[in-house]
């Protein structure tokens, strides 16, 4: 067992080094970032290993948190996994900040999980799960301090543009985590802490468009005593203007990065609980997919066929303007309206066509 274990840690490190080329630019929730790992032994490639083998096997448990829900995981005792199981979930890695001694070896590891692997694991279990990402919204952080707020710099900000949490079930995409076409960070200029505070529609609509999202999260920070308070507000923009949901207040021990992470979890809480899908059998829908350009066409086929809870979609008739598929899916309808629109597609009943889908924006 040891020398298997042993036989899996050298193979991820020699040849899945390089399969993840940029780990924290892909929005997928198979993705676990900044796991921080540290191990001490007898010499250097001990400690290598064994800081590995600990990694993968907390990567692989907030993996698990991330697709599942408590209960389920308690039902089907997943309340831990074996190093070996975990090193078999796992496609690819990477380190970074890495620091080593003669008895000691420490970094921060990305870990790319095999979604075929790990569907099998949850199948193997019977543990339903949640694989489908809600839209993605872009935090606006907005840090309070004596001296007054910040919003481009300082430790809220890093802890949003750096987090990975664009990877989250619900992704967050934090401020000036993506570049301008001069290199700057995206957005600067476009809105200042005062005009973030104030909730300036014209402002975050302006960031919004610039991001390529519909969803704007300002998120006001405040630390002391060595707790992180936040509090915030959502905004969704469409055509016919914006509306705003609080967000859940969040006060706790720990840094920037571990407020934050608060704040992902609860969202993706609500996200699997509305999600998840327990048994049941398959359902059948006819639908027209309404289009004005191949290209659009093209976006909303692999959004309808690439949904998680389609089993199955077939292609009965193309015109210039329309395709009519019949889809067979998982879950209630309401599911899938909801996974749709996450990817950009509106599910709706027309009066003269039946179900239709069409772009969201």
């Known amino acids: 067992m040891i020398l298997r274990l042993l036989q899996v840690i050298t193979s991820a490190l020699v040849l899945m ?54 209960e389920d995981r308690a039902a089907a005792g997943l309340g831990s996994i074996s190093a070996e199981d975990a090193a078999g979930l796992i496609a690819g890695l990477r380190m970074s900040n890495e620091q080593r001694s003669a008895t000691r070896y420490r970094g921060d590891l990305t870990l790319q999980f095999d979604p075929r692997a790990v569907r099998s694991f949850f199948a193997q279990r019977n543990v339903p799960y949640v694989e489908s990402q809600a839209s993605p919204v872009l935090v606006v952080p907005v840090l309070e301090g004596a001296g007054g ?44 802490a005062d005009e973030a505070r104030r909730i300036d529609e014209t402002a975050l609509r302006a960031l919004a468009d610039v991001y390529g999202v519909n969803t704007v999260a300002v998120v006001l920070a405040r630390a002391g005593g060595g707790q992180v308070r936040t509090v915030g507000v959502v905004l969704n923009f469409g055509p016919a203007g914006s509306t705003r949901e609080d967000l859940t207040a969040v006060a706790g021990a720990g840094d920037f990065r571990e407020a934050a992470r608060r704040i992902v979890e609860r969202r993706e809480e609500d996200w699997k609980r509305r999600s998840v ?85």
């Not at 290598?48 to 991330?66: D, H, K, N, P, T």
């Not at 967050?172 to 957005?187: D, K, T």
């Not at 015109?319 to 597609?345: C, I, K």
Request: glycine letters at 12%.
């Open 149 to 192: 707020d910040s919003l481009w710099s300082g430790g809220w900000h890093e802890a949003w543009r750096a987090g990975g949490f664009q990877n989250a079930l619900t992704p967050f995409i934090g401020l000036g985590s993506r570049q301008g076409a001069g290199g700057e960070p995206l957005g600067l200029g476009l809105i200042s």
């Open 17 to 70: 080094a390089g399969c993840l080329a940029s780990p924290a630019q892909a929005r997928t929730p198979y993705t676990i970032v900044g796991i921080e790992i540290d191990a001490t032994a007898d010499n250097a490639a001990e400690a290598q290993r064994r800081a590995m083998s600990e990694g993968q096997v907390r990567g692989a448990q907030r993996l698990i948190a991330r697709m599942t829900l408590p």
């Open 277 to 361: 899908v327990r048994g049941g059998e398959e359902a059948e829908l006819q639908i027209t997919i309404l289009f004005s350009t191949l290209t659009e066409w093209r976006t909303l086929q692999g959004a309808v066929a690439g949904a998680s809870l389609v089993q199955s979609a077939r292609l009965d008739a193309l015109s210039r303007t329309g395709a009519a598929m019949v889809l067979s899916h998982r879950g209630a309808r309401e599911q899938l309206a909801s996974e749709l629109d996450a990817r950009g597609a509106r599910l709706e009943r027309d009066p003269d066509l039946g179900w239709t889908v069409r772009s969201r924006r």
